[in-house]
Each structure stands twice: as structure tokens, then as C-alpha cells.
């Protein structure tokens, strides 16, 4: 069972940046393709990015684009979404999600598609 967990969230300043991390243990990563979701207060969860398992195709929500970097570790089983340029509607709780295949670009973004999720690190954009 691949477990994973998220970290790197808190509070910054718009126009900050933040880097979350989702670190995966219970089974090698290296198979999985990992994806990062939001859900904003009284909104429903939104796929924000993913990466393949081999790094090799990272897909993004439009809104995101340009401002956050997903890139992954496998050695150290971890994948980060860097998040710069950071605006007041970014504020969510961040989960990472995984499941044992290839993304693509009618995939990635649906809930239903991952099979492992993290419990969630909140970031607040605020001045």
C-alpha cells in the first residue's frame, strides 16, 4: 500500500513562493504517477499538476501554469510541486495523490483516476 505525505505549507505573502513536498513510503514510488490537488474553503477539489513516474511528462491546470514546477526525487521517493508568484486565491489544502500508471491529459485532473492520497497540508496566501 503506497502511503504518502505531504509537508512545505504554511502561511506566505503574495507574491511568495512555497515548495510542498509528498513523500511516499509502503512501496518504491518509482512506478507511480504522482498528482497535486487543492481545495479551497467551500470549493470543490481541483487537480492543480502531475508528473509521470518517470519524470518524463508534467501537465498543469491553466491557472497554475508558469507560477508552479512539479518534479520528483525517485531516490528519495519524493515529488514537490514549487510554487512561486503566489496570489490569495492559491489558499487551499494541498494533497498529492498516486496511481500505478501513465497520465494523460484526460486523466491526470480526475479525482476518481488516483488510488493513494495524502492527508493534505494547508497553504494560506494572505498579507
Known amino acids: 500500500q503506497l502511503q504518502l505525505v505531504e509537508s512545505g505549507g504554511g502561511l506566505v505573502q503574495p507574491g511568495g513562493s512555497l515548495r510542498l513536498s509528498c513523500e511516499a513510503s509502503?512501496?518504491?514510488?518509482?512506478?507511480?504517477?504522482i498528482g497535486w490537488f487543492r481545495q479551497a474553503p467551500g470549493k470543490e477539489r481541483e487537480g492543480v499538476s502531475c508528473i509521470s513516474s518517470s519524470g518524463d511528462s508534467t501537465m498543469y491546470t491553466d491557472s497554475v501554469k508558469g507560477r508552479f514546477t512539479i518534479s520528483r526525487d525517485n531516490a528519495k521517493s519524493t515529488v514537490y510541486l514549487q510554487m512561486n508568484s503566489l496570489k490569495p486565491e492559491d489558499t487551499a489544502v494541498y494533497y498529492c495523490?498516486?496511481?500505478?500508471?501513465?497520465?494523460?491529459?484526460?486523466?491526470?485532473?480526475?479525482?476518481?483516476?488516483?488510488?493513494?492520497w495524502g492527508q493534505g497540508t494547508q497553504v494560506t496566501v494572505s498579507s
Open positions: 495523490a498516486g496511481r500505478r500508471a501513465y497520465p494523460t491529459s484526460s486523466t491526470w485532473f480526475r479525482e476518481y483516476w488516483y488510488e493513494h
Open positions: 509502503g512501496f518504491t514510488v518509482d512506478y507511480y504517477a
